[in-house]
C-alpha cells in the first residue's frame, strides 16, 4: 500500500477520513507544523511517501529540491455549489 504525507494545509476531516480507512499517513499538521518544505520533501524521500498538498506553489517548486523528489499530488478544491448559472424558464 502506498504510504501518504498530507500537507499541514489539507483538512482536518480529510485527515481523520483516510485515518479511519487505515491508509498510512503522515499528517505533516500534527507532526511537523512550520517545517520548512525542503525539510518535508526530505522526510517524504527518506519514508518513501506521496506528498499531498493544495499548495500549488509548492507543488511546483518540488521539481527542484532533489533529483530524487518525492512523487506528489496537487489537491484542488471543490466547488462549494453548482456553478452560479442563470436559467431562463420564461420560455421567450
Known amino acids: 500500500m502506498k504510504r501518504l504525507a498530507l500537507d499541514e494545509n489539507v483538512p482536518r476531516a480529510s485527515v481523520r477520513l483516510l485515518l ?3 491508509i498510512d499517513i503522515l499528517d505533516i499538521h ?3 507544523r512550520g517545517l520548512p518544505d525542503e525539510a518535508i520533501v526530505t522526510i517524504c524521500n527518506k519514508e518513501q511517501r506521496i506528498l499531498a498538498t493544495f499548495d500549488r506553489d ?19 478544491p471543490l466547488q462549494a455549489g ?4 442563470k436559467i431562463d424558464r420564461s420560455g421567450r
Not at 509548492?58 to 484542488?76: G, Q, S, V
Not at 453548482?82 to 448559472?85: A, E, F, Q, S, V
Open 82 to 85: 453548482p456553478p452560479n448559472l
Open 58 to 76: 509548492f507543488y511546483l517548486r518540488l521539481n527542484h529540491f532533489t533529483p530524487t523528489r518525492p512523487a506528489k499530488i496537487l489537491l484542488e
Open 20 to 22: 479511519a480507512q487505515g
Open 30 to 32: 500534527s507532526s511537523h
